[in-house]
């Protein structure tokens, strides 16, 4: 079981930003895919993005050209730039990791990090 640790949420104004950060207890090298999902009030949660051990990234529909995540060799972490922030986009942000167990793929969660988009 991998542990991650988030910091970053918050509340910001229509159109203002904010940067996510994921810390893992394990190497990020060790960690098939790493990805931040988030789950508003009522709805399932959804994948925003994610980024594998190749550098490969991927974005849900709504966030592309807004969102950005990367990750940091050297600090072992990952992280959502989140640019141009709308309302819609207030949720739990969670940090996840697949790992690659033979032919399995375990998922572990972070606890979770309020992000909130309003005037």
């Known amino acids: 079981q991998v542990q991650l640790v988030e910091s970053g949420g918050g509340l910001v104004q229509p159109g203002g930003s904010l940067r996510l950060s994921c810390a893992p207890s394990?190497?990020?090298?060790?960690?098939?895919?790493l990805g931040w999902y988030r789950q508003a009030p009522g709805k399932e949660r959804e994948l925003v993005a994610r980024?594998?051990?190749?550098?490969?990234?991927d974005y849900v529909n709504s966030v592309k050209g807004r969102f950005t995540i990367s990750r940091s060799l050297g600090k072992n972490s990952v992280y959502l730039q989140m640019n141009s922030l709308k309302p819609e986009d207030t949720a739990v942000y969670f940090c996840?990791?697949?790992?690659?167990?033979?032919?399995?793929?375990?998922?572990?969660w972070g606890s979770g990090t309020q992000v909130t988009v309003s005037s």
């Open positions: 996840a990791a697949e790992i690659q167990v033979g032919p399995q793929v375990l998922t572990s």
């Open positions: 394990e190497s990020i090298f060790s960690i098939a895919g």
């Open positions: 980024i594998s051990l190749s550098g490969t990234t």
